[in-house]
Antibody
Framework: VQLLESGGGSEQPGGSLRLSCAAS????????MSWVRQSPGKGLEWVST???????SYADSVKGRFIISRDDSKNTLYLQMSSLRPEDTAVYFC?????????????WGQGTLVTVSP | DIQMTQSPSSLSASVGDRVTITCQAS??????LNWYQQKPGEAPRLLIY???TLDTGVPSRFSGGGSGTDFSVIITSLQPEDFATYYC?????????FGPGTRLEIK
């Protein structure tokens, strides 16, 4: 199993970024997937989950600004981030949910850094 | 939202020591509790799921316990590779929430 994030970078407040997570080594379409972030020197914060049935859930801190999606034909997970704020600065990890929307994160990517500053 | 707390926030110990890290949930989460280990610059690694089941490949010096609101992870005979930050995480309901972490340092 491999998860490889990309798309991170620097953006100004109010801007947008799109993160991608390329998955391999498993049947991507059979698993729910999530984004989890970690602000510099801080703890882990769940951001969003998309189930294998395309059910969506979001943390209140990103609801209305971020959109999670997936393309099972490309084995890729996405996070469209809009109206970015400085507090969105973090390493963003994609993670596989082991056995459903509410289950352990059994595999993680290496993360991609998003920096939001003027 | 379910709030997760951990204690201690940091801990200094020596190789060969036994350490206990505790995690408390703000409401009953049954056994829907995982533990992760994270080393600097790396992604978290799943250690224990369902409060007490070791993930594949996790050494038997790790053990987890608890249910309801109170949980713990015990590491017997600390090894150099165990010095890291440990997070608990509940998956009883959405939003999924993590504890603030316990940093385990070498004394």
């Amino acid at each position: 199993v491999q998860l490889l994030e990309s798309g991170g970078g620097s953006e100004q407040p109010g801007g947008s970024l799109r993160l991608s997570c390329a998955a391999s080594g498993f049947t991507f379409g059979s698993y729910s997937m999530s984004w989890v972030r970690q602000s510099p020197g801080k703890g882990l914060e769940w951001v969003s989950t998309i189930s294998h049935r395309y059910d969506l859930s979001y943390a209140d801190s990103v609801k209305g600004r971020f959109i999670i999606s997936r393309d099972d034909s490309k084995n890729t997970l996405y996070l469209q981030m809009s109206s970015l704020r400085p507090e969105d600065t973090a390493v963003y990890f994609c993670a596989r949910l082991w056995f459903g929307d509410l289950s352990p994160f059994d595999y993680w990517g290496q993360g991609t850094l998003v920096t939001v500053s003027p | 939202d379910i709030q997760m707390t951990q204690s201690p926030s940091s801990l200094s110990a020596s190789v060969g020591d036994r350490v206990t890290i505790t995690c408390q949930a703000s409401q009953d989460i049954r056994k829907s509790l995982n533990w992760y280990q994270q080393k600097p610059g790396e992604a978290p690694r799943l250690l224990i799921y369902d409060a007490s089941t070791l993930d594949t490949g996790v050494p038997s010096r790790f053990s987890g316990g608890g249910s309801g609101t109170d949980f713990s992870v015990i590491i017997t005979s600390l090894q150099p590779e165990d010095f890291a930050t440990y997070y608990c995480q509940q998956y009883h309901n959405v939003p999924i929430t993590f504890g603030p972490g316990t940093r385990l340092e070498i004394k």
